[in-house]
């Protein structure tokens, strides 16, 4: 139980930072949580980040699969930019 809570904060966590950064605001929370704090360079700037949703069929998993749906189209619904080209290049010893 005490995993299934962890897990379910960071997620949350990472909700809060999505939304932080669709909506531009000047602080994005990324030490909520140490996914979040980890997952830092890869939400924003040059990077482009993909989200997989994992839903289970059987009945006994419906209110998990409802709340992880819910996330997913929370998350669908902000833009959170579009990754840049790295345009720097690397030294040369020539």
Request: with cysteine; aromatic share 2%; charged share 15%.
């Amino acid at each position: 139980m005490k995993e299934t809570q962890a897990i379910n904060k960071s997620l949350a966590a990472l909700g809060r930072v999505i939304l932080a950064l669709a909506n531009n605001e000047s602080h994005v929370p990324y030490r909520e949580s140490k996914l979040t704090h980890l997952l830092q360079n890869s939400l924003g700037g040059t990077s482009k980040c993909l989200m997989l949703v994992n839903l289970s069929p059987a009945p006994q998993h419906q209110g998990e699969t409802l709340c992880s749906l819910r996330f997913a189209q929370t998350v669908n619904h902000c833009d959170i930019g579009t990754a840049k080209a790295n345009s720097r290049r690397e030294n040369t010893i020539g």
